[in-house]
């Protein structure tokens, strides 16, 4: 959610700054501005999508700018609200990630001050703030009294927040509390922004500024601890950015591509060293309660590892929501292991609750697909995806990656490593096969015509395959916009049978194994009552109206099923015509609670 950048050097700082932004527009905005040092500075903010150059031809050439991309909390979706906001002396602008959770508390204090606003944000309150601080500290060295001023301001601030500042005077000042900040060095040139995928072209070392700290160029890059403000040595930490390309390499959007991208990302879960896993299986195997934990998709993908975790390594694991685990608290204790999939690694409700494991001694293991990030840091044991940028906004390549992961890590700590790996790379051959297969697609496509006429779609799965329809689900509602409910097949009859009559939608995913019966009764059970089936499944049921196959893979049987799901999800998102890359609503990477 938003996303921050900032750039020094010897380039056109608008250009730098709208190619920064195209490579955060994965984490969802629906605002965007620019900002440039020149004589003065300039600011460009617009609404929707950003574009080319033209849109930024206004701004004069510069090699200092900084640049934002919005995603509305506070206030509606308007220019003014875009960030950076001015000063009122326009000295300086700032842009910010986050929420300042007592922002009307500030506001009405400056209210009372004789300020006044012409935006409805949070933002324009935090540069209020800083305005007051500058008229009111006094502090013998005048040279850092803005430094002084920023870091006076942002102690106030409660909430999850980064902001960046450009002064009039050639400075830029970041400070991070909570929403993440990085800064890329290559020679001369200085690029701030909220993640490493941004600036990976440009960049071979990176700064990770961490919590409650302040990193400021001017002439020279300085670190400062926000509360003591002692200074930090800035440490330069080498980064891999060999699979940062974004391209959508002649798909028609980034979510097929990535899709398609499924036997890839298995294929790299294959490639990690299994001896990197020995501490990590001891520690899984001493733990009391293994807790998996997830927002959103990665918290289906949590689900799935954790069951994986029980039905083959026998752990006691439990799944678990990000911002839903209060009743946990007290009993999360040092001899407790967390395992936490993310895309981003910067999930606020996830880290909030992996910073409360920490304190209360539980050990944390991520499996994380971008570089450099918060949770990756935080961790004990570290694991990466390694699956390369994931644009699309809708989750589908690093999912496939987290629960493949998950089935891999649960065969090692079973005992049969390479049981494990056999299985994933039938896997994916298999997989690779059915995406290359065009009838797969038009058979996917029928389907799709079908269901973007419903008012809702349900979703039968049971044993290995609920936590995929679960994950189905998810897909459909985010590309369709077109009410979905996944059920446990086993409780139908307890309540969502009064659902079913003639023509309603019921897709099912199934399997050859321990549950196929059980799944089968289901069928029969809304077929009788005039549903329309959709199955998934290596076998046609006599249930099915419609019939996509898939392999029959056995234990790795439920990976095989995701895929058929995210491209109906994408080729629903299609014939509705919606931006299929960029669902209306929703953020890739949510950084505030």
């Known amino acids: 959610m938003c996303g921050i950048f900032g750039y020094v050097g010897t380039k056109n700082a608008s250009e730098v700054i709208l190619e920064g932004l195209k490579r955060l527009e994965y984490r969802g905005y629906d605002s965007w501005g620019i900002a440039v040092l020149a004589d003065q500075i300039k600011i460009n903010k617009k609404i929707g999508a950003i574009g080319d150059m033209d849109q930024v031809l206004n701004l004069p050439i510069s090699g200092k700018g900084i ?27 700032l842009a910010q990630n986050g929420i300042v959770e007592n922002y009307q508390k500030l506001k009405d204090y400056l209210l009372g001050k004789g300020y006044t606003f012409d935006s409805q944000t949070d933002t324009e309150v935090i540069v209020k703030l800083i305005e007051e601080k500058i008229k009111s500290l006094v502090i013998s060295d005048q040279s850092n009294y803005l430094k002084e001023a920023v870091r006076s301001a942002f ?40 993640d490493t995928l ?27 601890d926000i509360k003591s403000n002692k200074s930090l040595s800035v440490k330069k930490e080498h980064i891999d950015f060999k699979s940062s390309k974004v391209d959508k390499e002649g798909y028609d959007h980034f979510m097929l591509k990535e899709i398609h991208e499924a036997p890839y990302v298995i294929n790299q879960v294959l490639n990690q060293d299994l001896k990197l896993y020995e501490d990590f299986v001891k520690a899984i195997k001493k733990a009391k309660t293994v807790y998996t934990i997830g927002s959103g998709t990665a918290g289906i993908a949590a689900s799935q590892i954790a069951f994986y975790l029980r039905v083959f390594a026998a752990v006691n694991a439990r799944s678990v929501i990000g911002a839903d685990i209060y009743e946990y608290y007290d009993l999360i204790g040092p001899d407790d292991l967390f395992i936490a999939p993310s895309q981003s690694g910067e999930t606020a409700d996830v880290l909030e609750v992996l910073e409360i494991a920490r304190k209360k001694g539980a050990k944390i293991a991520s499996y994380v697909n971008m570089l450099a990030s918060t949770m990756s840091r935080i961790s004990d044991f570290k694991f990466f995806s390694q699956a390369g940028p994931e644009i699309c906004v809708m989750s589908t390549k690093v999912f496939t990656s987290q629960i493949a992961w998950g089935y891999l890590l649960s065969k090692i700590v079973q005992g049969k490593a390479e049981e494990g790996v056999r299985n994933l790379k039938i896997l994916s051959d298999e997989v690779d096969q059915y995406l290359k297969t065009g009838s797969n697609h038009e058979d996917v496509k029928k389907i799709a015509h079908l269901l973007i006429k419903s008012k809702d779609v349900f979703m039968l799965g049971k044993y290995q395959n609920f936590n995929i329809v679960r994950e189905g689900m998810v897909k459909i509602i985010e590309g369709s916009y077109i009410h ?82 995210q491209l109906l999800a ?22 505030v609670k």
């Open 198 to 224: 941004s600036f990976a072209p440009h960049v071979d070392k990176v700064i990770v500024v961490d919590n409650g700290q302040m990193i400021a160029w001017n002439g020279k890059l300085e670190l400062f």
């Open 570 to 591: 994408y080729y629903m998102a299609v014939e509705l015509k919606h931006n299929v890359d960029k669902p209306r609503n929703i953020a890739k990477s949510v950084t």
């Open 155 to 194: 102690l106030e601030l409660e909430g999850r927040n980064t902001i960046i500042l450009l002064t009039r005077d050639g400075q830029i000042i970041a400070a991070r509390n909570g929403s993440p900040l990085v800064v890329g060095i290559n020679g001369e040139e200085v690029f701030f922004s909220s």
């Open 484 to 565: 979905a409910h996944a059920i446990p097949a086993g409780d139908l009859k307890h309540y969502a049978i009064t659902l079913m009559e003639k023509g309603v939608p019921v897709v099912v995913a199934t399997s050859n194994d321990v549950a196929q019966e059980d799944v089968a009764n289901a069928i029969n059970q809304v077929k009788a009552r005039g549903a329309t089936v959709i199955g998934i499944s290596p076998v046609k049921h006599p249930g099915f109206d419609y019939h996509l196959k898939v392999s029959d893979s056995g234990e790795t049987s439920a990976i095989a099923n995701i895929i058929p799901l």
């Open 67 to 93: 640049g934002h991309t919005r995603w509305a909390t506070h206030g509606g979706i308007t220019e003014i609200n875009a960030h950076p906001h001015y000063s009122s002396d326009k000295s300086f602008v």
